[in-house]
């Protein structure tokens, strides 16, 4: 029982639009929102690819003080005949099903379908806002959760390690 | 900028009864469905935690014949106060909520929503079935997709290295 042969192999064709987003990042961010206090966080991004129509994501953010873990999610970028699809799960017991579009190296992608267990609080909408300029990532995830009308609740800068 | 610790704290007492998961899986799987071919595949499974209430899950599998990836997902399972819980993403474009129960070291889990992206194929229905005796695990994924009833879809078994 031998696991694959781990050597990178090309690019998929039909996501060679979002090999911008490949790599490994770190940065720190910032949250708010009005049902908790402002918070800041450092942040790891890893995307990367198997040779297949898709890039893989994770994510993992800790506390700036204490180093303990925040939040995380893991998911998958793919293209669509349309645009750009992203599907995510969160450890607060919610997936995330986002579409949109993508511009040279900036993308915007909406929710389609936001799905909680019984456990998981209430999110009803999420926007997500990436851009790549050289060597920086800066992102904007805007949330409607628990109530809230949709606003910005995540921003962040990282760069490519 | 630099990550948290590395080092593994206490698993959160919510997911305990979650401990027996934990750890890496390696192994192999057959699978069938009437819309395609039977295949095997190799599989590396990955359990881990971070102190917070949820244990974080990888999996991939490849071609036995040439090692070529075949299929990834990754998610969560946290414990709600019924039962289990498990959100997935797969590359596929599909997230997946499952819910269901643990006793012992047996859990079955069926889905409660799965959403997919536009250009993903319909799945219906996901029942998961996990059993760990010893250093064994065998799984079964249960299926209803593109139109077929609910069946067997993956069987397989792994040991833990």
Redesign the interface.
């Known amino acids: ?5 781990a050597s990178t192999p090309e690019l998929h064709p039909d996501v060679a639009e979002l090999g911008f987003l490949l790599g490994t990042w ?3 961010g910032e949250g708010r929102y009005p049902t908790i206090a402002p918070f800041a966080y ?1 942040e ?1 991004i890893r995307v990367w690819h ?3 129509p ?1 890039l ?1 994501y ?1 994510q993992r953010t ?1 506390s700036l003080g204490d ?3 925040l939040h ?1 999610e ?3 970028w ?1 293209r ?3 645009g750009v ?1 992203l ?5 607060t ?5 986002d ?1 949109g579009g993508v511009e040279g190296t900036h993308l915007m992608v909406s929710s ?2 936001v ?6 609080k209430a999110v009803a909408q999420v926007v997500r806002q990436v851009d790549v300029e050289g060597s920086d990532l800066t992102y904007r995830v805007s949330m409607a959760a628990v109530g809230q009308p949709l606003q910005e609740h995540l921003r962040a800068r990282l760069v490519r390690v």
Chains 1, 2 share one sequence.
């Not at 029982?1 to 042969?5: A, F, G, H, L, N």
């Not at 799905?115 to 998981?120: D, L, Q």
């Open positions: 029982m031998t696991p694959p042969d770190a940065g720190q450092g790891e198997v040779g297949k898709f893989a994770v800790w180093g303990r873990p995380g893991a998911g998958y793919r669509s005949s349309g699809e599907v995510i799960a969160h450890p017991g919610i997936v995330e099903v579409e389609t379908a799905v909680g267990t019984s456990s998981a």
